[in-house]
């Protein structure tokens, strides 16, 4: 059974950082793209970072770009998402998602993030 967990959100101030976590079973990352979404409340979900499982290649949503950075631990079996410089408009729960190709199949529960202005 696949599991990914996601933690670290939480509430903070405009400017300020989370580093969000997320903990793979049942599924080895390096072998999947990795994904960190994000849904704001009345908005559709967006992706804002993933990391490709060929070469580890990496790409952002223009609107996190300089203030987003994703990255895996193989060993154990985590992808982070470091968010820097928060705005009131990064407010969003966010998720982590595993798959191939850019097809999704495995999803965590999701981490609420508020920023306060």
């Known amino acids: 059974q696949v599991q990914l967990v996601e933690s670290g959100g939480g509430l903070v101030q405009a400017g300020g950082s989370l580093r969000l976590s997320c903990a793979a079973s049942?599924?080895?990352?390096?072998?999947?793209?990795n994904g960190w979404f994000r849904q704001a409340p009345g908005k559709e979900r967006e992706i804002v970072a993933q990391?490709?499982?060929?070469?580890?290649?990496?790409s952002y949503a223009d609107s996190v770009k300089g203030r987003f950075t994703i990255s895996r631990d193989n060993a154990r079996n985590t992808v982070y998402l470091q968010i820097n410089s928060l705005r009131p408009e990064d407010t969003a729960v966010y998720y982590c998602?595993?798959?191939?190709?850019?097809?999704?199949?495995?999803w965590g529960q999701g981490t609420p993030v508020t920023v306060s202005s």
């Open positions: 998602a595993a798959g191939i190709s850019g097809t999704y199949n495995f």
């Open positions: 049942g599924i080895t990352f390096s072998s999947t793209d």
């Open positions: 990391i490709s499982r060929i070469r580890g290649r990496i």
